[in-house]
C-alpha cells in the first residue's frame, strides 16, 4: 500500500482541490436557478388550483336532511334491541327550491359513529374480501363464528354493522302524482376496489361460493342475496357493501349511496318543486347518540371535499411563494458577497 502510494503522487489533492471547487460552485449557482424556478412555477400551478378549487366548491349545491328526529317513532322503535324484524318506513318531504343542475349524488350521513376504532377498523378478513380464502376468519374478531362454530362471511365488526336504511327519492310531478326518481347503484366506488380489492370467490354458482359460512348476525340476508338482479353488484362486488367497507376516518362522515340516473324528467339535474324521501328505517343510531343524514349534493370532478382540498392549495402556493423569494434573497445576498469578495 505504501509503495503504491509513493507511486502516484499525482494523485494528491492539492492540484484537483481548485477544481473540485470551481465545479460544484458552478452546480450550485446553475441548480439554485432551477430550484427557483421549480419552487415558483409550482407555487404558481397550486394557487391557481386552489383557486378554481375554491370556485368550482362554491358552485356545488347541497341539501342535507336531518331524519333521526323526524322518523322519531322509527328510532325508538329500533332503540329496542327486540323490534329488529319489524318493519319501520318514514317519509319526509322537502321542497327543493332551486334546480339541482348535472349530476346529483345521494349520500348517507352519519353522526357521532366511530368507524375509527382501532379494534373495528382491524376487524375484517381482506383474504376473504378478494375471494381468496372464504374461510380465513382469523383478524375477524369478534365476528369470526356463528354460535354452531361456522365461519361468517363477510367476518369481522365493519361488514356485521354494515348501514342498511334503503332510501327513496320521489318527486311530486303534479299536486297527487308522485314518481319514484330513478337512481343508479353502480359505479360508487374506485375501481381499485372493484378490480382488486374485493372479489368474489371463484365458482360458477355465486351462493354455491358461500357454502360453508354463515351470514354475519345482524344481517337479514346473505351477501349473496344484496343484489340478485345484478351479478357484478352482488357478493362483495355490491357498492354499497365496498363504500361502508371504507372506513372512515372521523365520527362524521358521509359516504354515496345513490347516483341520480339522468332520464326524462331528470335530464339536467334534479328540478325544483316537492320531495319525499321514503327511508326504510332499520339503522339504529340512538343507542349510541349518533344521528343520521341524507345529503344531495352535486359534486364536482373535484370531489365533495373541494373547499378544503382549495384551501390546502392556496396555501401551499403561498407558502412556496414564499419560499422562494426568500431563496431568492438568500441567493443574491451570496452572490453579492461572492462579487465583493473577487473584486
Ligand atoms: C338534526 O335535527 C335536530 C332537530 O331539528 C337538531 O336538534 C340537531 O342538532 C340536528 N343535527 C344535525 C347534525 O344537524
Ligand atoms: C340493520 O342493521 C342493524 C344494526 O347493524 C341490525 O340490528 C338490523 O337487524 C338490520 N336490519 C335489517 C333489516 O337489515
Ligand atoms: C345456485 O345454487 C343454488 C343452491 O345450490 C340453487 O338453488 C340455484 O338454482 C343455483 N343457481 C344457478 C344459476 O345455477
Ligand atoms: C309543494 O307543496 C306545497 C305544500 O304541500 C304546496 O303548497 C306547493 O304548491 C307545492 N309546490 C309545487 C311546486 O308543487
Ligand atoms: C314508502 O315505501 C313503502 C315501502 O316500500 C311503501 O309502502 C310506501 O307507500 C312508500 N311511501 C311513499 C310516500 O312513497
Redesign the pocket.
Known sequence: MEKEFHHHPSRMPDNSAMKQQKLPAHQLHFSARVVLTIFFATGVFCFCMGVILILSAQSIQEIEINYTYICENCAKLRENAFNFDQKCTCSVPF?LQENMEGDVYMYYKLYGFYQNHYRYVLSRSNNQLVGKDIMDVEDCAPFKVSQNKTPIAPCGAIANSMFNDTIILSY?LKSSVHIQVPMLKTELTWWTDKYVKFQNPSLINLSDRFVGTEKPPYWQAPIYELDTSDPGNNGFLNDDFIVWMRTAAFPTFKKLYRRLYRVQYFMDGLPA??YSFNISYNFPVTRIKGEKSVVLSTLTWSGGSSLFLGLAYTVTGAFLWLASFALMAIHMTMKKKKLSYRR
Open positions: 321542497y311530486t318543486g316537492n
